[in-house]
């Protein structure tokens, strides 16, 4: 049985030297808690992202509240959402105190700026991990591709998007069941 400590642990690990939120998360979290611990395999774990994906609320909270309620009920939740949000906390409240000593300063607008890069490829990663779990193909990727021109270009409203899938996804099975 995987022990609270442990739990918190990993979870502060993962807040802690996680740069970008919930989904730049992924990779480290995927590491931690299925190849180094063991605690899901990893279709569970991809279970579990989409179901954080589909609740409201901060993801990497959500991603914390299902692994810890998976691995040890209630317990479970407390400790390893404490310990995914304690340092980003931390941070943030030391960052409050002194913002506005530093806010000006060129050197840190700098630093920010590059890390912009490498928190798109952090959340790049799972993204194409997760697609190619979910069966993306070269045959089927104009769906995500004409979903995100059709928001990002075009203005529509996600919603719209989500519901014309779930059409497309409804009629596809319905008229896959006929030719069989």
Same mark, same amino acid.
């Given at each position: &049985?995987?022990?609270?400590? $442990?739990?918190?642990?990993? %979870?502060?690990? !993962?807040?802690?030297?996680?740069?970008?939120?919930?989904? +730049? &998360?992924?990779? =480290? &979290?995927? @590491?931690?808690?299925?190849?180094?611990?063991?605690?899901?395999?990893?279709?569970? %774990?991809?279970?579990?992202?989409? *179901?954080?994906?589909?609740?409201?609320?901060?993801?990497? /909270?959500?991603?914390?509240?299902?692994?810890? %309620?998976? =691995?040890?009920?209630?317990?479970?939740?407390?400790?390893?959402?404490?310990?995914?949000?304690?340092?980003? #906390?931390? /941070?943030?409240?030391?960052? $409050?105190?002194?913002?506005?000593?530093?806010?000006?300063?060129?050197?840190?607008?700098?630093?920010?700026?590059?890390?912009?890069? +490498?928190? #798109? +490829?952090?959340? $790049?990663?799972?993204?194409?991990?997760?697609? @190619?779990?979910?069966?993306?193909?070269?045959?089927?990727?104009?769906?995500?591709? =004409?979903?995100? !021109? *059709?928001?990002?270009? %075009?203005?529509?409203?996600?919603?719209?998007?989500?519901?014309?899938?779930?059409?497309?996804?409804?009629?596809?099975?319905?008229?896959?069941? @006929?030719?069989?």
């Amino acid at each position: &049985m995987t022990s609270l400590a $442990a739990l918190f642990g990993s %979870f502060f690990k !993962i807040g802690a030297f996680t740069v970008g939120g919930g989904y +730049a &998360m992924l990779p =480290l &979290m995927e @590491r931690e808690l299925v190849d180094r611990h063991g605690w899901l395999e990893r279709q569970s %774990f991809l279970e579990l992202v989409a *179901l954080s994906q589909s609740m409201p609320g901060v993801f990497a /909270v959500n991603m914390a509240t299902a692994i810890g %309620f998976r =691995l040890r009920g209630v317990p479970g939740v407390v400790a390893a959402v404490a310990g995914n949000i304690a340092m980003p #906390v931390a /941070v943030i409240l030391l960052l $409050a105190l002194f913002f506005r000593s530093f806010s000006d300063n060129e050197t840190v607008r700098h630093i920010f700026m590059g890390l912009r890069p +490498a928190v #798109v +490829a952090l959340i $790049a990663a799972p993204v194409f991990t997760l697609a @190619r779990s979910a069966g993306l193909t070269w045959r089927n990727v104009w769906i995500p591709a =004409l979903s995100a !021109i *059709l928001i990002a270009l %075009f203005g529509v409203n996600p919603v719209w998007v989500i519901l014309a899938a779930v059409l497309l996804g409804v009629l596809t099975g319905l008229t896959g069941k @006929r030719k069989k």
